[in-house]
T-cell receptor
Framework: LAKTTQPISMDSYEGQEVNITCSHN???????ITWYQQFPSQGPRFIIQ???TKVTNEVASLFIPADRKSSTLSLPRVSLSDTAVYYC??????????FGKGTMLLVSP | NAGVTQTPKFRVLKTGQSMTLLCAQD?????MYWYRQDPGMGLRLIHY???????AKGEVPDGYNVSRLKKQNFLLGLESAAPSQTSVYFC???????????????FGPGTRLTVL
C-alpha cells in the first residue's frame, strides 16, 4: 500500500482558497486517490476521488500531476464550516481504506 | 433513508464487562466495516465484512469479535473490555466498487466507549 504524507495542520481565513497537498511516492499504476473530510464527533465523509489530471465536483477540486506522486485538494472560498480534518487516501484495488492522521484545517473569520 | 446508524451513542463499561455495538444500514450495501479512532489519530480498521455471513480481520482485530447474520447489520462485540479499548467506534458501509477499486464508504455517527 502506498504511504501518504500530508501536513498536520493548516490555517486559513474565510473566503480564501485552500490547497492541501498530499504526497504518495509509491503509488501504483492502478491506484486511485481519494479524500475524506471529518468534522468533530462525526464519521468521515467522502469528498472527491481521482486517478489523474483534474477532477471537480460541487465542493472541491483534485489536481493530480502526470507522475501521480502527489495530489492537491483545493477548497474554493472556504467558510468557517469547512473547519475539519481532511484525509488523503490511496485506494489499491479492493483493499480496505487506510487513514493517516490527516490535515486539521482551521478556518478563522 | 437513515443511512448508517449506530447503537448506542455512548457507553461506559468496567474492565472485564462485555458489550455489543450494533451497526445498521439501509442502503443495501454489501460491504461493512468497523473502525476505531483514538484521540488525534486517524481511523484504524478492526474487522470488515464483504457479505452476509462473512467477516475478515482488519488492522487491529484483537479483543473484538464481529458477526454479519443479516446483510443490513454488522455487530461488534467486546467479550472482556479493557481500558485500552476506550475509543470512538465508527461503522461504515459501501458497495463492492467497480473496475477493481474500493467504492465510497458511508460512515455512521460513532459510538463513544469508555472502559474504566
Amino acid at each position: 500500500l502506498a504511504k501518504t504524507t500530508q501536513p498536520i495542520s493548516m490555517d486559513s481565513y474565510e473566503g480564501q482558497e485552500v490547497n492541501i497537498t498530499c504526497s504518495h511516492n509509491n503509488i501504483a499504476t492502478n491506484d486511485y486517490i481519494t479524500w475524506y473530510q471529518q468534522f468533530p464527533s462525526q464519521g468521515p465523509r467522502f469528498i472527491i476521488q481521482g486517478y489523474k489530471t483534474k477532477v471537480t465536483n460541487e465542493v472541491a477540486s483534485l489536481f493530480i500531476p502526470a507522475d501521480r506522486k502527489s495530489s492537491t485538494l483545493s477548497l474554493p472560498r472556504v467558510s468557517l464550516s469547512d473547519t475539519a480534518v481532511y484525509y488523503c487516501l490511496v485506494i489499491s484495488g479492493y483493499s480496505t481504506l487506510t487513514f493517516g492522521k490527516g490535515t486539521m484545517l482551521l478556518v478563522s473569520p | 433513508n437513515a443511512g448508517v446508524t449506530q447503537t448506542p451513542k455512548f457507553r461506559v463499561l468496567k474492565t472485564g464487562q462485555s458489550m455489543t455495538l450494533l451497526c445498521a444500514q439501509d442502503m443495501n450495501h454489501e460491504y461493512m466495516y468497523w473502525y476505531r479512532q483514538d484521540p488525534g489519530m486517524g481511523l484504524r480498521l478492526i474487522h470488515y465484512s464483504v457479505g452476509e455471513g462473512t467477516t475478515a480481520k482488519g488492522e487491529v482485530p484483537d479483543g473484538y469479535n464481529v458477526s454479519r447474520l443479516k446483510k443490513q447489520n454488522f455487530l461488534l462485540g467486546l467479550e472482556s473490555a479493557a481500558p485500552s479499548q476506550t475509543s470512538v467506534y465508527f461503522c461504515a458501509s459501501s458497495f463492492p466498487g467497480l473496475a477493481g477499486r474500493t467504492d465510497t464508504q458511508y460512515f455512521g455517527p460513532g459510538t463513544r466507549l469508555t472502559v474504566l
